[in-house]
Antibody, heavy 115, light 112 residues
Framework: QVQLKETGPGLVQPTQTLSITCTVS????????MQWVRQTPGKGLEWMGF???????EYNSEFKSRLSISRDTSKNQVFLKMNSLKTEDTGVYYC?????????WGQGVMVTVSS | DVVMTQTPVSLPVSLGGQASISCRSS???????????LHWYLQKPGQSPQLLIY???NRFSGVPDRFSGSGSGTDFTLKISRVEPEDLGDYYC?????????FGAGTKLELK
């Protein structure tokens, strides 16, 4: 049974760095692309980037300068790190499985950027 | 970036009725490999988006045949026949032909 679950800090201060972990089960990260998508009040659903089954990454240029996606295959975890947070980054962050189409999603984690 | 324009923004329907949602892209979604990467999602309140239709017209596993997708190039449609209560929510189209992938702004399917 495929499962994805995001965990994160909940509240982050402006200018700080956001770190979210997506822990998966029921499949191998070396066989699937893993995507990050966020949903904010200002811009709706936004694709952020992905890490390929081979480990290379692709980012939305909107975030490229401050976003990093990585993984630990031994722990079945994918990581999102984004620095220089702004209040507009407040929203729900999702990890999802798939290449061109994301068929399985985590429940999402709410992140509030506020001082 | 490819802009995905969804209409209408809100769609009141009666249970048992039919709904049609349009998604237009600012450029062709035909990939160089010949595939068209246009997908449809439903997001129910408090839940993650769930995949309904992938690559224009293919129903995802477990999706009832009341849902159908069609279209080509830049013009796509999702049709829902015999609307049931569990179909209510926000519908989004997603293109993954071009980087960055982009979503439509959504259509809220609600009871009339």
């Amino acid at each position: 049974q495929v499962q994805l679950k995001e965990t994160g800090p909940g509240l982050v201060q402006p200018t700080q760095t956001l770190s979210i972990t997506c822990t998966v089960s029921g499949f191998s990260l070396t066989s699937y692309y893993m995507q990050w998508v966020r949903q904010t009040p200002g811009k709706g659903l936004e694709w952020m980037g992905f890490i390929r089954s081979g480990g290379s990454t692709e980012y939305n240029s909107e975030f490229k300068s401050r976003l990093s996606i990585s993984r630990d295959t031994s722990k079945n975890q994918v990581f999102l790190k984004m620095n220089s947070l702004k209040t507009e980054d407040t929203g729900v962050y999702y990890c999802a499985r798939g290449l061109a189409v994301m068929g399985d999603w985590g429940q999402g984690v709410m992140v509030t950027v506020s001082s | 970036d490819v802009v995905m324009t969804q209409t209408p923004v809100s769609l009141p329907v009666s249970l048992g009725g039919q709904a049609s949602i349009s998604c237009r892209s600012s450029q062709s979604l035909v990939h160089s490999n010949g595939n068209t990467y246009l997908h449809w999602y439903l997001q129910k309140p408090g839940q993650s988006p769930q995949l309904l239709i992938y690559r224009v017209s293919n129903r995802f596993s477990g999706v009832p045949d009341r849902f159908s997708g069609s279209g080509s190039g830049t013009d796509f449609t999702l049709k829902i026949s015999r609307v049931e209560p569990e179909d209510l929510g926000d519908y989004y189209c997603l293109q993954s032909t071009h980087f960055p992938y982009t979503f439509g702004a959504g259509t809220k399917l609600e009871l009339k």
